[in-house]
């Protein structure tokens, strides 16, 4: 006995009843949910596909084609003396919700060639099997209906879908997979009064809900029409390998030292010019204090780069230093960047510096940090117009 055949017997429920005129009703009900199920169980035992792959099941129906949307019926037809008859019959097969009385949710009639007592019907009503208990009532021609209304039973492993249900395995791979080669929904879950997904996890490494996004999609998506799209409880910790960026405008610099001989030209446009009022040969230091987050939704933040816009009016006078400092509690502080190069372009670029030390992760007791700017003046003629540093944030 092949696969197939194995599954043919497992799906099928044989029942019998008398009718109205002693012929007897005999066949094979098999479930339209039971069949689908053999081919999805098939497919659990199957990897996930590769990004862009298409999933076709050997000895199964692949994604171009899927089942008829139909219950099909054997049966076998007596005469009063238990004789198989043969011709041409009219069947009326009514489903109920309850074993006796009540309406019918749907009724479907056909036209079936009996030989030798034998027939085959395809029934419609599918849509109402949804793991409600159901019955099946038989009329032949004018006949009464057979009684009793025969209970449809799912095959064993249709009972993994029915509601409350519950799919268990020790295996490595996944015991339930979802694929949806069309563009529709792989998956559509609702629930009136909870949450609709709840997913857990007892393992340290992994996600209780993950997605993933093999094209230019999104992973993860989170939409709420008046309440909170997506919300993180216990620790509350959001991270992301994502990088933030923190801009801080030449406005918001600072001549470090006061000095007398130097100032600053604010611009309307959020520029700075760095001036120096007489002298020459001489050396002068622009702070840029940066407001950030030193752990942001839970997650340790890490500065990783620095990049500076400027441009100076003549080559002999440039930015001769870049650092980064960040302080401790006690009021010292690290160098996180000391860079000497010299900058000395006389159109406005930027360049960008990056951020190698341990202590370059900052903390929630410490995240103060300034970018500092060494200004060489080759003459007092000259300026440095400076348009911001951008820090660039990982998260740890």
Known sequence: MNEKQVSQTILSQIWRCKMKRQLFFAGFLVVLLGIALTASLTRAQEPPPPPGGEIVVEGEVGPMATVDDKIPIQGRLTDTSGNPISGTYNLTFRLYNVEEGGAPLCTSMSTVQVTNGLFSANVG????????????????????????????????????????????????????????????WGLDVYSAGHDA???????????????????????????????????AAGSGIIQSTANSYVFVPGGEAQLAGAPSDASLRYWARGTVDVLLSSGSGVT????????????????PVRVTEIRVYYRTTDSATYISGSKLYREKPDGSFYTLISDTTDQTSTTFTSYDISCSEAECRLSDDEGFITVALDVYFASNSHSINLGGVRVTLEHD
């Open 197 to 231: 997904v709840h997913g857990r996890t007892g393992s340290t490494n992994h996600a209780g809900v993950a997605g993933v996004s093999w094209g230019s999609g999104i992973g993860v998506y989170g939409e709420s029409n008046t309440g909170v799209a997506i919300k």
């Open 125 to 184: 009503c599918t849509s109402y099997i949804n793991g409600q208990q159901l019955y099946l009532s038989v009329q032949v021609g004018s006949d009464t209906p057979m009684t009793p209304r025969q209970p449809i039973y799912p095959v064993p492993y249709a009972f993994s879908l029915r509601p409350g249900a519950l799919i268990s395995d020790t295996m490595s791979g996944t015991p339930l997979n979802v694929y949806n080669h069309g563009s529709g």
């Open 284 to 299: 002068r230091t622009v702070a840029f204090p940066v407001s950030l987050p030193a752990v942001l939704y839970g997650q």
